[in-house]
Structures are given as structure tokens and as C-alpha cells.
């Protein structure tokens, strides 16, 4: 029997509800963000304000740089550009919502935001994994095959690798996505958390999450342990042929050249860890939240700022950048 759709309005969460077919179905989240006084919460906003748009300009900067200038017209600087790009995209998905959560104290997003928001994050979380085990495997070419490196990096197969990366990244978590789309959520409707997260949606759901929870484990698998066991092994090489160079100063020079994407590396996937396998027992919301926010919206800003530091390149393009400006 066909049931005429209803709405329902719940005056306490003031959210929207629909009844379909006997059941209720949830057609908006409410983000609670962090529930504190409204003067921290202030703070809290300039706070990412300025992290937020030094994030953009820091990043800007390195694409800018890179598609400027000649020296830098290199495989390992074409693919920071594109880490830049990933990081962008990003701190947009997430910070600007964040926001009015802060300044609202909650906020209320659809279920098709809700979503989207998930998918733009899972896709360029992903992203960036994959292309991190790349520019690892570019380390290990430049440092244990320097004579043919020119010949294995060219230009196009950077493209191909970096469009490549894309692709795994958005398709892989579609089906992952989709899966979500068509849960049902007839309970709470309250996310405790920053933003639509994998673990805080499905906690919502009515629905059997068995299958959810398997294609987590099998894309945990794909996009996190494969690029991993990449990276650790693309570094054992490089560490091993670094201690076959006889003089220091050639050892020096081997690891500066990789030193910047380990420390990136090394930041990415500890702080990833600590949200998703590290076991929560014992961790309260509020920790979970912030080490989410060091997680999605700090590591964005972090990365330009490890590349300017602690590559000569990058800070010879800004001071010539800087030179041309002020004349």
C-alpha cells in the first residue's frame, strides 16, 4: 500500500523528517561541532580563519611557483603542485562549513550535502595517499637510479600517474559512497561531530552496516596499506643506498633531496592512524575532534610551509617571485 509522503517536523532538533512507506527517514544532519562557550568558539574561528587562508595562499603559491617558474619544472615539483591542488580542495570541503558551525553553534546540513561533503573528503584523503606512494617511488628512482631517471620521469607519464591517482581516488570511494546513500537513517539525527565523517554517519544508521563495514576494510586495504607498503619499501631502498654513499656530504645531499616528503609522509599517515585504526577506547569526543581538526585542516597548511622551509628551490623561486614584484 502506497502511504501519500508526509512531512514531520521535530521541534526539538528542528530538523526535517519524511514518511515514506512507514518508516521515517532523516532528510538533514545537525553538525554539533564543539559545544563550548560562545567566547571559545570565537576564538576557534579566527583562529582557522587565519590557518584556512594561510592554507590557500600557501598552496596557491606552490602552484603558482611551480607552473611559473622553469627550475621547477621537474616530476617531484609537479607533484607537490598537485598535492597543493588536493589540499585546496580539501580545506574548502571542510573549513568553510565549519564555520557557521562555530559561529551558529551547530549547524544543519542536508542529507545530499551531508553526503557530498563525505564523498569530497574520502576522494581527496584517498588522492593524496595514492599520490604519496608516487612521489615516494620518484624519491626511490631519483636517489637508486639516478642515470635513468630523466628517461623513467618524464613529463608525460607524471600526468598519466597524477590522473591515475585521481581516478583510483573518486571511483574507488563511489562505491563506498553509493552503499552509504542508500542506508536508511530513521533514529537520531544529531552527528557529534565537525563534519559528515565515515564512523559518526554510519553510528546513525538504521540500517545493517555489515557490507559498509566490509567495503571500509576493503578500501582501508586498497587505499591506505598498498600505498604504505609502497612508501616503506621505496624508502628502505633509498635508506639503503644512501649508506652505500662513501662521502657525508653526498649522503647529506641524497636525503635533503627526499627529507621534506618523509616529513610530509610521516605527519599524513600518523595523524590518519590516529583517527581511524588507533582504537578510540578511553578517547573522549572532544579529542576525537581535535585530532580530526589536525588531521583536515592543519596538515593542509603544513605541507606548503615543509616545502618552503626545506627546499632551496621552492625559496629561490619566492625571493626572484618577491624581487619582481617589488620592481
Not at 604519496?132 to 618524464?154: E, F, G, K, T
Not at 544508521?205 to 578500501?219: A, E, K, N
Not at 569526543?285 to 589536525?294: E, F, H, Y
Amino acid at each position: 500500500m502506497n502511504i501519500k509522503d508526509k512531512e514531520i517536523f521535530d521541534h526539538d532538533s528542528s530538523l526535517l523528517y519524511t514518511q515514506k512507506d512507514n518508516l521515517t527517514e532523516v532528510s538533514e544532519f545537525f553538525l554539533l561541532g564543539f559545544q563550548t562557550s560562545q567566547d571559545i568558539r570565537i576564538s576557534l574561528f579566527f583562529f582557522l580563519l587565519v590557518v584556512y587562508c594561510g592554507t590557500i595562499c600557501g598552496n596557491l603559491l606552490i602552484i603558482t611557483l611551480v607552473s611559473t617558474s622553469k627550475n621547477l619544472h621537474t616530476p617531484m615539483y609537479f607533484f607537490i603542485s598537485q598535492l597543493s591542488t588536493s589540499d585546496i580542495l580539501l580545506s574548502t570541503d571542510i573549513v568553510p562549513n565549519l564555520f557557521h558551525i562555530l559561529l551558529n553553534n551547530g549547524e544543519t546540513m542536508t542529507f545530499i550535502g551531508c553526503i557530498t561533503q563525505l564523498y569530497l573528503f574520502c576522494a581527496t584523503e584517498s588522492y593524496e595517499c595514492f599520490l604519496l606512494a608516487v612521489m615516494s617511488y620518484d624519491r626511490y628512482v631519483a636517489i637508486c637510479n639516478p642515470l635513468h631517471y630523466s628517461s623513467i620521469m618524464i613529463s608525460g607519464h607524471c600526468r598519466t600517474l597524477s590522473i591515475l591517482c585521481w581516478l583510483l581516488g573518486f571511483f574507488i570511494v563511489l562505491t563506498y559512497i553509493i552503499k552509504t546513500a542508500k542506508l536508511n537513517f530513521c533514529g537520531p539525527n544529531i552527528i557529534d561531530h565537525l563534519f559528515c565523517d565515515i564512523i559518526p554517519l554510519l553510528e546513525l544508521s538504521c540500517s545493517d552496516t555489515f557490507i559498509i563495514h566490509l567495503v571500509l576494510y576493503i578500501m582501508g586495504v586498497l587505499i591506505v596499506i598498498i600505498p604504505t607498503i609502497i612508501i616503506v619499501l621505496s624508502y628502505t631502498y633509498i635508506v639503503l643506498a644512501i649508506l652505500r654513499i662513501s662521502s657525508n656530504t653526498g649522503r647529506q645531499k641524497a636525503f635533503s633531496t627526499c627529507s621534506s616528503h618523509l616529513i610530509v609522509v610521516s605527519i599524513f599517515f600518523w595523524t590518519m592512524f590516529g583517527v581511524y585504526v588507533v582504537p578510540t577506547k578511553g578517547r573522549t569526543l572532544t579529542m576525537s575532534k581535535i585530532i580530526s581538526l589536525l588531521y583536515t585542516v592543519l596538515t593542509p597548511l603544513v605541507n606548503p610551509i615543509i616545502y618552503s622551509l626545506r627546499n632551496k628551490d621552492i625559496s629561490k623561486a619566492v625571493q626572484k617571485c618577491h624581487k619582481q614584484v617589488i620592481w
